[in-house]
């Protein structure tokens, strides 16, 4: 009974990490959120999402996500809280996505969209080292987690020369292969403290949340700070990782 409730387990921690893990590892063009205009209707009518659109462009999966969530009717605090886990959307996909669509106070989504941001940065840091060496003699397994860690690297050149304020900056920056998900990931990769880690996503997921929440809430007003704030942060980013590559 015991060696079946740990298959049980491992299983369900496959679903969480492995499965997600492996997308972020594949597929090095997953499409970003394009904005919430998408979603935004008369909160008195049906929301017109996307995916009834014939003939539109092509939609982001994220966008695509939402969009079934919405057309089955869940509540938009779930989907708000589904998309803030995913790695395709994050924070930033389910604040842009979730405060238009929602008939309550602002701060309820930008809530929710933290806490679900976070859910997965527990067993990403704490679980997924272990999960990997458990796994890592299986040959599937192994290339898959063998492309996650030339991958971690290849991003993480500002988290492995800056470590804790590189993780900072990498998840505070709300922008398309940025973000707690990937963050965490690379973090766990390169073995840093989960403790601190996790401390420093969260700070980092709180300053994402924010900057997203007050860009929505703003509208066209922030479209000026949008234009100042993240390429200031963006520059910090890449100046601090070209830094990191010069010799002593």
Known sequence: MVQKKNRFALIGLLAVLVIPSMTWAIDDTLPAISGSDSLSAEKEETIDTPVNREGEEKLSLAETIAGWMYDNNLDPRLVTFIMSMLPVSELR????????????????????????????????????????????????????????????????GLIERYEYLGVFLFVAIPLPFTGAWTGSLIASVLRMNPWKSFATVCVGVVTADIIMTSFVLLGWWGLPAAAVILPALWGLSKWLERRGRKPN
């Open 93 to 156: 996909g389910a604040v842009l996505i979730g405060i238009p669509t929602y008939d309550g106070p602002w701060w309820h989504i930008s809530l929710i969209a933290l806490v679900g941001n976070l859910v997965p940065v527990i067993p990403i840091l704490f679980l997924l080292d272990l999960i990997m060496r458990l796994l890592g003699r299986i040959g599937f397994f192994k290339r898959i987690f063998d492309k996650m860690k030339r991958r971690a690297r290849r991003k993480g």
